[in-house]
């Protein structure tokens, strides 16, 4: 009973925390923690000692960092590179006080610190 417990405890954190996210890099963080505690949970109660929190701990690590990793790659970047060939110069917007620049594949824009602005309409 106190191992169920346990395991819902471990997987509603990410849970809450993809309901809150604001980037798709925090996003991509907690889904992946969510799935890794998971899959650690199931292979830490099946495999050695069946430890199930130990295993939904280091899947949880495991997943938020693979997660957050691909949820950057697929916007671009978790912020602005002028290295990287997908994003645009930076504009300013003068009524945020902030600066913002494009995704040129997606046609979406973000703030300059990768945080989602506008998305463009879907073709």
Not at 41 to 56: C, D, L, Y
Not at 61 to 81: F, K, M, T, Y
Not at 88 to 112: A, C, F, I, K, V
């Amino acid at each position: 009973m106190t191992r169920n417990i346990l395991f819902a405890a471990v997987l509603s954190v990410p849970l809450l925390a993809t309901a809150c996210a604001t980037t798709p890099a925090v996003r991509g963080g907690a889904t992946g923690a969510a799935v890794g505690a998971a899959g650690g949970a199931v292979i830490g109660n099946n495999v050695g000692s069946g430890n199930t929190a130990a295993g939904a701990a280091i899947g949880a690590v495991g997943g938020a960092v693979v997660g957050a990793a691909i949820a950057c790659q697929q916007q671009g970047g978790c912020s602005h590179n002028p290295n990287n060939p997908r994003h645009s110069q930076l504009y300013y917007d003068q009524h945020n006080n902030r600066y913002w620049y494009e995704d040129r594949q997606t046609g979406n824009t973000y703030w300059q610190n990768g945080e989602p602005r506008t998305r463009a309409p879907r073709r």
